[in-house]
Antibody
C-alpha cells in the first residue's frame, strides 16, 4: 500500500525556518517524481515545488522561489522541504504528493500544518 | 503563474449532471493535454479523479468524465450522488511549473 506521511510542521515566527519531511513507503520511491502542494486555511490548493526522481530537476512556485528548497534522499525514501524566511502567508497545510504522470498527483499524504505567527 | 479559473460553486440534484469548467491560457491548459482533476472532502487530502484531460484512475466511477476545448477544460459528473458533494480542483502542467484552479464547491441539493 502506498503511504506518504508528512512531518515537521508547527508554529514558527515570521522570518523563521522549518524543515518538512515526507516518508514514503509501499512503492519504489526512487522511480517517482514528487511534489509539495499547500493549502492555506479555507483556501484552495497551491502547487509549491517539484523534484524529479533523481533530484536533478527542480521547480518552484514564484511565491516561494529563493526561500524554499526541495530535496530528496532516495536511500531513505524521503522527501524534504526546507522553508526559510517564513511569512504569515506561508501558513498552510503542506501535502507531499507522488507524481504518476505529468501533472498527475495520484497519492497524497495527510498533510502537516505550518503556522507562521508571532 | 496565475491560477486557473473555476466557478466558485455549482449545484445539482441527485441524479442530475453538472459540469465544472476550468479556464487557463495557451501556456497551460491549452498548450498541453495534461489536465487533472481532484476531489477534496472537508479535512481530507485531495483525491485524483481525472488525469491527462479525460482518463480515469482505477476505482473512480465512470460517472466522472473530463474533456478539453481550447484553453478550457471541463469535469462532468453525471448521476449526481450525495457523496459527490465536495470541493473540486483542476490542475494543469505549464512547462516549468504546475498550476491549480481556485476550486469549485459542489453542492448536491
Amino acid at each position: 500500500e502506498v503511504q506518504l506521511v508528512e512531518s515537521g510542521g508547527g508554529l514558527v515566527q515570521p522570518g523563521g525556518s522549518l524543515r518538512l519531511s515526507c516518508a514514503a513507503s509501499g512503492f519504489t520511491f526512487s522511480s517517482y517524481e514528487m511534489n509539495w502542494v499547500r493549502q492555506a486555511p479555507g483556501k484552495g490548493l497551491e502547487w509549491v515545488s517539484y523534484i524529479s526522481s533523481s533530484g536533478s530537476t527542480i521547480y518552484y512556485a514564484d511565491s516561494v522561489k529563493g526561500r524554499f528548497t526541495i530535496s530528496r534522499d532516495n536511500a531513505k525514501n524521503s522527501l524534504y522541504l526546507q522553508m526559510n524566511s517564513l511569512r504569515a502567508e506561508d501558513t498552510a497545510v503542506y501535502y507531499c504528493a507522488r507524481e504518476a504522470d505529468t501533472a498527475t498527483l495520484d497519492y497524497w499524504g495527510q498533510g502537516t500544518l505550518v503556522t507562521v505567527s508571532s | 503563474q496565475s491560477a486557473l479559473t473555476q466557478p466558485r460553486s455549482v449545484s445539482g440534484s441527485p441524479g442530475q449532471s453538472v459540469t465544472i469548467s476550468c479556464t487557463g491560457t495557451s501556456s497551460d491548459v491549452g498548450g498541453y493535454n495534461y489536465v487533472s482533476w481532484y476531489q477534496q472532502h472537508p479535512g481530507k487530502a485531495p483525491k485524483l479523479m481525472i488525469y491527462d484531460v479525460s482518463k480515469r484512475p482505477s476505482g473512480v466511477p465512470d460517472r466522472f468524465s473530463g474533456s478539453k476545448s481550447g484553453n478550457t477544460a471541463s469535469l462532468t459528473i453525471s448521476g449526481l450522488q450525495a457523496e459527490d458533494e465536495a470541493d473540486y480542483y483542476c490542475c494543469s502542467y505549464a512547462g516549468s511549473y504546475t498550476v491549480f484552479g481556485g476550486g469549485t464547491k459542489l453542492t448536491v441539493l
